[in-house]
Structures are given as structure tokens and as C-alpha cells.
DNA sequence: CTCCACTCTTCCATTGAATGGAAGGAGGAC
DNA sequence: GTCCTCCTTCCATTCAATGGAAGAGTGGAG
């Protein structure tokens, strides 16, 4: 064994930086530019870069880039959390999409952020900027509003310390607001996120509940926001009961 | 280093025998029984699992039972020939599945079997024994009839020349009933899959071309053996052919 | 309380798997 | 042909990985 270029990266650690390398605006990607992005040798991503084709966790095509591979997905689509969770919601998303034609989202909360687990929108919806497997904020949309507001008191009182970035000048920044709406949130059962990221969309989201009463997921709808967020309040928060009750079987 | 307990096998290879040990049969593990079935000793795998907690790739709940984790689903759902598939083709799934209320799937082929990459049903249909990210037998399913009648005539004997499983009485088992389904696929542009399986259901599958007008997957909508599997081709094929426009852009 | 069974966690001397620069190969453009 | 870019291969060296064994922790039974 040569000199290792960073003493101490164990080799699930490099691996694991050769997955994390792939982002959605880099979902096909030579050799180099893995190498590059996961701050590896050539040979070494080289050498990791096989193995991995080899069990399927990455793919290669024909331009001789390699992109994630369909084995990778078939042992995340175990994952309880994701996967799981959208299986089980999958009917009452259905029906709330069907009912209003709009943007059905599901998103979990993962460190500081929402991770959005399922999408269902037509080809007539706004075009919500979301996407399943993405990351937004939590204070600036609809599903992160809902999963701050209901986790435990510490951990919003350390999101609230922290700046909160700006979309657009409807983006709530100030944690005297935020604290505000959370308190509402929590009163009403549902959240508002109004023209907070886009000027052109609102969201109404609302908690999804687990077998031990905590909010497990959160549940939304993206309208434009020249629709009135009233009318689909009662239908977001069915949906999400239905959701919570299926979920504590 | 001491001893190891398998020469040759590489680190990279035990991390992604700690991933394949999960199945659908076994989504929740302790640490002892992920060992057992990645076939390491404990307290490498103690080590493995750690490092892959660490990074998110699993997750431990509160019954110190680890489960494949939110992380790895992220990565995963770069994939294009699942998730990024699945996306393009949502809108499609979504019509027809909300034209019948039936089973509506959409599947890849992957080695000798057809992998689910989506599944919209309510909860009205009858109960198909897909599962996204599962796997069945080409021969068997509707979705496995249409993936091999296109694909390359040296796969296709290749399929043709191993045993053709049976699940029940209708299942096809001989290599020369089997040629000439795939013929009537291949003329028809639709295969109907009736009883193979389960006595219950049949399913009506169609291809979805690629840009390189090579079929990239499979749509099929399962539905009671007791309907009629015409009154569902045009709709089927429909949804298929959108999907394909969609692809080639 | 003690004892037992089971599972997990920690340790560390040893070694075997990993390393990555360098050379060579492949393909394309001029 | 040369030049450039990217990939693939090689191997002496080393450092990260190893796993049995001991210890720790937990829960249940008596």
C-alpha cells in the first residue's frame, strides 16, 4: 500500500463519498469527474468505481459515464422512512390528487431539512419546485412548517437560532415570525406556506402521525397562489389523517 | 490486521454484503443478524454498520434494530432507470390508473427478471404480488412477457434454454408455448399474462420505447382474472406510447 | 438479590487489502 | 503522423482492517 493521500479515510468512507458524489444536477458523471467530486485519486475511484458497477450500486452507460444503478435503488426501496412510508400513503395521496388535480407531496424530516418521499402532480399543476429525493428548508415550506412545528422544543429552538435563508421577499426570516406561525401551525393542525420560495405557488400542509403520536411525516398540496388556501385545508388535513391512521394500523 | 476470515474479499464488497443482507422479508435487523447474513464475523460487521449509520446509509430505531436509512434512498433516487423513469412517466401512470382504479405498474429489465420501479394502486384493486423494488420472472408476468419479447434474440434464448418456474397451473413452463406468446407480444405490441401467477389476476402490459427506440420498460395495469383483458389493451397501450413520447422528448 | 442468556462493544497485535503515482493504452481531433 | 484527454493497469509499500476474546449492558427468571 502506497502513501494513502488523507490518512485515516476508512474505505466505506470513500465509497460512500463516491455515492454522495451524484447529485441531481450531476446524475451522470465520468470517471474524473467522480474522482473529482468525492476528492479521491483516479485509481482509487477507479478501483471503488468497479466494484460498485460490479454489484449494481452504479451503472455505466454507453457514453462511459456512470450513473446510480438500479440495485442501489432496490435495497433504499427497503427503507422505512422513505419508501415505506410512501407505500402506505401512496392510496390517500392518490385520492387527494385525484380529488384536486393539484401537487400531493409527502416529506420527512432528516437533520434540518424536509426530504420529500413522494410527488404526485399531473401535467396541468403549478410546477413545484420540489422533487421526490430532494431537500428543502423547513421554515420556508408547507411540509417543513409542519415538521418544525411539531418536533420537540429543542430542536426548534436551535433552527430558530440560525438564519433562515431567503427565498424571496415573502420568505419568512425572522424567528419572531416564525415562532408565530409554528404556534399556529400547532393550534391549527395544518400550515400555510405562502409564496415563500416561489412567487407563484402556496402550499397547505399538514402532520402525519405514527404509532407512538408523533409526527412522523407531513403531508401537503402546492397550489398557484392565486387559489384560495381555505378550500383545500379540510382535504389536506383528511388525507393526513387517513395517512396517520393507516400508519398506526 | 489479524486474520481474515475470507482472503480476497475486499472491504467494498463486505459494506455492499451489509446492504444486500436487507430484503423485504427482513427490513429490520440487529447487528447479529446482519452478520449472519452478510456472512461477516460480528464485530466487522459492528464496524461496517457503524461507519454506514454514520453516514445515514442505515439507521438505528429504538429497539437497537437498524434499517436501511433516508440517505441512501436520496442517492437512489438518482437513478434514471428507476426513479428518473418513474418520474417521466408518473403523469401517464396517473391517468390510467385514475381511467380503471386498477393496479398500474411500471417495470425494467434487470439480469433475467423484471424489477417494479412503480406501483399506483388503491385500495379498491385486487392485490398484485408486485412491490416496487421487487423482482419476478419474465416468463411469468405481463410486464416480464413485454421486456423479453423485445429485448435481444440471444438473451431471449438464453431465458428460453433455463427453466421456466412455475407458480401454479397456468404458469408457462415450456420453452415452445413460451416462443410463441413472445411472438404474439412482439406482433400485438401488448402481452396479456393470465393466472400465471395467482389465480386471481391477470395482467395486460405494453412497451415503453427509449430514445433509442430500444424498450426501456414496461407498463402494465393488473386487474381481476374474472374482467375481460380487452376492454383494457387500448388504454394500456395508450399509456404507454405517452410514456415513450415522453422519454424520446 | 443472583444467575443466566443474549447481544453488543471494545481492544490491539498482526497482516492483508488498499494505495496512488507513473506508465501505458485508447480514442478523437488536427 | 502528433497532441491531447481520459481511462486502465501495475506493484512495492504501507496503513487501514481484522476478528477472537474479553468485557459491558440488558432483561428475564428464580
Redesign the pocket.
Known amino acids: 500500500?502506497?502513501?494513502?493521500?488523507?490518512?485515516?479515510?476508512?474505505?466505506?468512507a470513500?465509497v460512500l463519498r463516491v455515492l454522495e458524489a451524484f447529485r441531481v444536477e450531476r446524475q451522470r458523471m465520468?470517471?474524473?469527474e467522480i474522482a473529482y467530486w468525492a476528492g479521491?485519486?483516479?485509481?482509487?475511484a477507479?478501483?471503488?468505481v468497479g466494484e460498485l458497477v460490479k454489484w449494481g450500486a452504479l451503472e455505466r452507460d454507453g457514453d462511459?459515464r456512470y450513473h446510480v444503478g438500479l440495485r442501489l435503488w432496490e435495497i433504499a426501496a427497503l427503507s422505512p422512512r422513505s419508501a415505506g412510508l410512501r407505500e402506505v400513503a401512496l392510496p390517500y395521496l392518490e385520492d387527494l390528487y385525484e380529488a384536486t388535480h393539484e401537487n400531493v407531496q409527502l416529506a420527512v424530516l432528516d437533520g434540518i431539512e424536509a426530504v420529500y418521499v413522494e410527488r404526485l402532480c399531473g401535467r396541468g399543476a403549478v410546477n413545484a419546485i420540489s422533487r421526490v429525493g430532494g431537500r428543502l428548508p423547513l421554515h420556508a415550506t408547507g411540509v417543513g412548517l409542519v415538521l418544525l412545528a411539531y418536533s420537540d422544543h429543542e430542536f426548534q429552538e436551535q433552527v430558530l437560532a440560525a438564519p433562515l435563508r431567503r427565498f424571496g421577499p415573502k420568505t419568512i426570516t425572522s424567528p419572531r415570525h416564525l415562532r408565530r406561525v409554528l404556534a399556529v401551525v400547532r393550534q391549527e393542525r395544518v400550515a400555510v406556506s405562502d409564496r415563500q420560495i416561489e412567487m407563484e405557488t402556496l402550499s397547505v400542509a399538514a402532520p402525519v402521525f405514527g404509532p407512538s403520536d408523533r409526527v412522523v411525516a407531513a403531508l401537503s398540496i402546492v397550489i398557484s397562489a392565486r387559489c384560495s388556501p381555505s378550500a383545500y385545508i379540510p382535504a389536506v388535513r383528511t388525507a393526513a389523517r387517513s395517512v396517520s391512521r393507516a400508519l398506526c394500523g
Chains 1, 2 share one sequence.
Open positions: 500500500m502506497a502513501q494513502t493521500s488523507e490518512p485515516g479515510a476508512s474505505v466505506t470513500r465520468t470517471l474524473s479521491l485519486p483516479l485509481s482509487t477507479h478501483r471503488l462511459e
